[in-house]
């Protein structure tokens, strides 16, 4: 069975637009594990609109299944992750104030700066994921970095199958053969939804883990977040 990890960013979103701590976000991430989720995801930016490098800290003590932070490995978030060590830190090159992701890395002209990173967070214990295309050559290249995992960047999939395209599956198929042949283990996120979850894990070899957060919390406005999580675990059987 494939993981589900859930990213709270938009539970922030909401609490900090009116201020206070409703929602909580602790509580959520509590009870998100309760409900089944089998992960936290969380991916503080510079300007902390969302997530605050503090509910980073205070998520710690909370998370007792898998605890996954992704961002741009820039000091302040190096030594965020650090000190929190999660489970798993995941890479993504957002540039400052991007509304949300929008590209993977390019891991050939980037390796030298992506390894040291990746030794550093290796050294302290914590599992690194790198955000990618499904393009071969990067692939590879994530290979040369060391890095244990990657994570598909899965917006174009998504917008094709949005579409009717099934075809658009094709490029990730490829790309997670080559992550298994490589021995990289496959992560996934971006514009995943119930709508189209099944069919992307039912295609995706040796698929370990997805992250979802905007399509999961819109979802769970009509639907309940308990009952959102569990239909997500039973697509991913």
């Not at 590209?103 to 390894?115: E, V």
């Not at 790198?130 to 970095?145: C, H, N, Q, R, S």
């Amino acid at each position: 069975m494939t993981k589900l990890s859930v990213n709270i960013n938009k539970i922030a979103t909401l609490r900090n637009a009116r201020g206070g701590n409703v929602p909580d976000l602790l509580k959520v991430a509590a009870d998100i594990q309760k409900f089944g989720g089998q992960g936290i995801t969380i991916h503080p930016r510079p300007d902390e609109r969302h997530i605050r490098y503090q509910d980073a800290r205070d998520l710690k003590a909370i998370v007792y299944t898998e605890y996954n932070i992704e961002g741009n490995p820039q000091h302040n978030f190096i030594d965020l992750v650090l000190e929190c060590k999660p489970t798993q830190v995941t890479l993504v090159p957002d540039a400052i104030g991007a509304i949300t992701s929008s590209a993977g890395w390019d891991t050939i002209k980037n390796q030298s700066y992506l390894t040291e990173v990746i030794q550093e967070f290796q050294r302290n214990g914590i599992r690194t994921s790198i955000f990618v295309d499904p393009v071969l050559d990067i692939i590879e290249g994530a290979k040369k970095t060391g890095t244990d995992r990657i994570e598909l960047y899965t917006e174009a999939f998504a917008h094709q199958y949005d579409l009717g395209n099934k075809n658009g599956i094709d490029p990730y198929v490829k790309a997670a053969e080559l992550a298994n042949e490589l021995e990289l283990g496959i992560n996934a996120g971006h514009d995943l939804s119930l709508d189209n979850i099944q069919f992307f894990k039912q295609n995706i070899p040796g698929l370990l883990e997805v992250s979802i957060g905007h399509a999961l919390i819109a979802e769970a406005l009509y639907l309940g977040l308990d009952n959102v999580v569990n239909m997500y675990l039973n697509k991913l059987k």
